[in-house]
């Protein structure tokens, strides 16, 4: 079993920043692969940023260069820095860990960019 727990979301206003994180637990191995996702209210998930265990980031191209991804593998925790956000990033974000073929997710947690 895996467990994903994302943190840090909020209300931010536009221009701000903000801190996500995701705690892993469970049977979690050295090599994976984990990320964020989001969706916003009426579309469909998309890819924020992944991040290997090596420390390989992979970003969509309209995440760049706002967005940071990292980790942490000694805690099995991701981080996803947001910067200059703009209400158009208002979603739920959504911890991802890919792992041996298998995909896991956390219950994500809300970002909301609104004056």
């Known amino acids: 079993q895996v467990q994903l727990v994302e943190s840090g979301g909020g209300l931010v206003q536009p221009g701000g920043s903000l801190r996500l994180s995701c705690a892993g637990s469970?049977?979690?191995?050295?090599?994976?692969?984990m990320g964020w996702y989001r969706q916003a209210p009426g579309k469909e998930r998309e890819l924020v940023a992944t991040?290997?265990?090596?420390?390989?980031?992979n970003y969509a191209d309209s995440m760049k260069p706002r967005f940071t991804i990292s980790r942490d593998n000694a805690k099995n925790t991701v981080y996803l820095q947001m910067n200059s956000l703009k209400p158009e990033d208002t979603a739920v974000y959504y911890c991802?860990?890919?792992?041996?073929?298998?995909?896991?997710w956390g219950k994500g947690t809300l970002v909301t960019v609104s004056s």
């Open positions: 991802n860990l890919d792992q041996r073929g298998y995909y896991y």
């Open positions: 469970g049977s979690i191995f050295s090599f994976n692969v």
């Open positions: 991040i290997t265990s090596g420390g390989a980031p």
